[in-house]
């Protein structure tokens, strides 16, 4: 079972930027689909961006050309690179792990889930 641990969020103005990351426990970390989610407060979890074992890269239409998921297997991290960064980019952000299923956009298709980071953009 592999645990994953983000790190990386805070608090920053609107055009801002910052880097989140996902660190795996293990070496099987380079097996795994990955996905970042978030959740604002009282709505639901939402897909941000996915990537593949192969490097096949997913985004939610909210994020694409602002935000870039990418991996390091060598390092067992997955990151999310975010940019011009909007008040409604605020909420919990997760990183998740599948080893199955095609729907990356689907929370309940991953098995394993960090704790999650808070990112706060403020105008």
């Known amino acids: 079972q592999v645990q994953l641990v983000e790190s990386g969020g805070g608090a920053v103005q609107v055009g801002g930027s910052l880097r989140l990351s996902c660190a795996a426990s293990?070496?099987?970390?380079?097996?795994?689909?990955m996905g970042w989610f978030r959740q604002a407060p009282g709505k639901e979890r939402e897909f941000v961006a996915a990537i593949r074992r192969e490097g096949n890269t997913y985004y939610a239409d909210s994020v694409k050309g602002r935000f870039a998921i990418f991996r390091d297997n060598a390092k067992n991290t997955l990151y999310l690179q975010m940019n011009s960064l909007k008040p409604e980019d605020t909420a919990l952000y997760y990183c998740?792990?599948?080893?199955?299923?095609?729907?990356?956009?689907?929370?309940?298709?991953?098995?394993?889930w960090g704790q999650g980071t808070q990112v706060t953009v403020s105008s």
């Open positions: 293990d070496g099987t970390f380079s097996s795994y689909h």
């Open positions: 998740a792990a599948r080893y199955y299923g095609a729907d990356y956009a689907r929370p309940g298709q991953y098995d394993y």
